[in-house]
T-cell receptor, first 116, second 118 residues
Framework: AQKVTQAQTEISVVEKEDVTLDCVYE???????LFWYKQPPSGELVFLIR??????QNEISGRYSWNFQKSTSSFNFTITASQVVDSAVYFC?????????????FGTGTRLTIIP | GAVVSQHPSRVICKSGTSVKIECRSL??????MFWYRQFPKKSLMLMAT?????????EQGVEKDKFLINHASLTLSTLTVTSAHPEDSSFYIC??????????????FGSGTRLTVV
C-alpha cells in the first residue's frame, strides 16, 4: 500500500528565510508519480509540481525547488526567500501508475507560517 | 485547460435533510472522479472513486448509503449526503484524473464545498 509521510506538522519562519518541507513516501510500484499542492486558507488546492519516478532531476521554479531522491524515498520542497504569501498548508501526494483508478494518497500536510 | 467546477462552495442545511454537491469537468471528459473529505486542520481523505457509467468504489469505512455518488456522464459527478447530521459537517473536494494519452498527467481539483449541518 502507498503511504506519504510529512513529519513536520507546523513550521514558522521569518520572512526572507529559506524553508524546506520534508516528504517521505512508500510504494511497491516501480512507476509512480509524486506531487506537491498548496492549500491557502480559501481551501482550494493549488498544483505546484508533478514528478514521475523515472525523472530524478531536481527542479527549480522561481523561489521553489524540489529535491527528489529515490534512494531515500524522499521528495523535499524548498522555498527560498520566503514571503508572507507562502503561508499555507502544503501537501505531498503519491499516485501509483498502474492503469486503473490511480488513487492519489496525501500526506498529512505541513502548515507553513511566514512571519513578517 | 482541465478545469473542474464544484458547486455549491458553501451550504448550510438542517439535520435530517439531504445535500447534493456537483462536480463538473468544463473542458475535458472525466471518466474517473474522486471525492475527498477534509476535517479542519487535517489531510484529505479519499471517500470514493466514481467511474462514468458504473458504481462508485468506496473506501473502507465510508457509508455507501450515506454518501451517494453518481457519475452519469463524462462531465458530471455528484455526491449526495443523505440524512445529514452535524458530524457530516466538513469540507468536501472533488478531483478528476487528467490523462495525456495513456499516461497519467495529473489531477485537477474543484474549489471545495464547505458543508455545515445544523
Amino acid at each position: 500500500a502507498q503511504k506519504v509521510t510529512q513529519a513536520q506538522t507546523e513550521i514558522s519562519v521569518v520572512e526572507k528565510e529559506d524553508v524546506t518541507l520534508d516528504c517521505v513516501y512508500e510504494t511497491r510500484d516501480t512507476t509512480y508519480y509524486l506531487f506537491w499542492y498548496k492549500q491557502p486558507p480559501s481551501g482550494e488546492l493549488v498544483f505546484l509540481i508533478r514528478r514521475n519516478s523515472f525523472d530524478e532531476q531536481n527542479e527549480i521554479s522561481g523561489r521553489y525547488s524540489w529535491n527528489f531522491q529515490k534512494s531515500t524515498s524522499s521528495f523535499n520542497f524548498t522555498i527560498t526567500a520566503s514571503q508572507v504569501v507562502d503561508s499555507a498548508v502544503y501537501f505531498c501526494a503519491l499516485s501509483e501508475a498502474g492503469f486503473g483508478n490511480e488513487k492519489l494518497t496525501f500526506g498529512t500536510g505541513t502548515r507553513l507560517t511566514i512571519i513578517p | 485547460g482541465a478545469v473542474v467546477s464544484q458547486h455549491p462552495s458553501r451550504v448550510i442545511c438542517k439535520s435530517g435533510t439531504s445535500v447534493k454537491i456537483e462536480c463538473r469537468s468544463l473542458d475535458f471528459q472525466a471518466t474517473t472522479m474522486f471525492w475527498y473529505r477534509q476535517f479542519p486542520k487535517k489531510s484529505l481523505m479519499l471517500m470514493a472513486t466514481s467511474n462514468e457509467g458504473s458504481k462508485a468504489t468506496y473506501e473502507q469505512g465510508v457509508e455507501k448509503d450515506k454518501f451517494l455518488i453518481n457519475h452519469a456522464s463524462l462531465t458530471l459527478s455528484t455526491l449526495t449526503v443523505t440524512s445529514a447530521h452535524p458530524e457530516d459537517s466538513s469540507f468536501y473536494i472533488c478531483s478528476a484524473r487528467v490523462r495525456a494519452g495513456a499516461r497519467l498527467y495529473g489531477y485537477t481539483f474543484g474549489s471545495g464545498t464547505r458543508l455545515t449541518v445544523v
